[in-house]
């Protein structure tokens, strides 16, 4: 059952109409081209988790607020007593961790290290749990 539907980012959609009315920078036209290619894989993973057959409850783009601090998580799947916590990249090529350090093996380019975000959110996760009084 699907509590919350994916919509498009204020950012994206800003950056959509900004780059019919102008020109953008060389760096606006990179970040959003990867604003479009993150939104693109967020859909295609949301068409492979319509796929699940097991009873479920899917909640999408979901932003919250524990001690201040905010935190976004793309998808959120609860299943028998289960609460998982995905984060999509849509990143292309083969990549590698290293010493907590995410590289392109390609170009060795660095990259945020999604795992290191997926903790962070793992963790205001759990305190909104424990506020709540929620296991």
């Known amino acids: 059952m699907l509590l919350k539907k994916r919509s498009e980012s204020k950012e994206l959609v800003v950056m959509r109409y900004l780059n019919t009315r102008m020109e953008l920078t060389a760096g606006d036209k990179f970040h959003y081209a990867n604003l479009e290619k993150g939104y693109r894989g967020e859909l295609e993973f949301d068409v492979l988790t319509e796929q699940l057959s097991e009873e479920r409850y899917i909640i999408d783009d979901l932003l919250l607020q524990v001690n201040n601090s905010y935190f976004q998580i793309d998808k959120v799947i609860i299943s028998g007593g289960l609460i998982h916590l995905l984060d ?5 090529g083969d ?3 290293e010493s907590d350090k995410f590289y392109s093996l390609k170009s060795g380019k660095e990259y945020r290290n999604p795992v290191i975000q ?4 793992e963790t205001l996760f759990r305190q909104l749990l424990q506020n709540l009084k929620l296991n």
């Open 88 to 92: 999509v990249k849509y990143h292309e």
């Open 95 to 97: 990549f590698y961790l």
């Open 118 to 121: 997926l903790k962070r959110s």
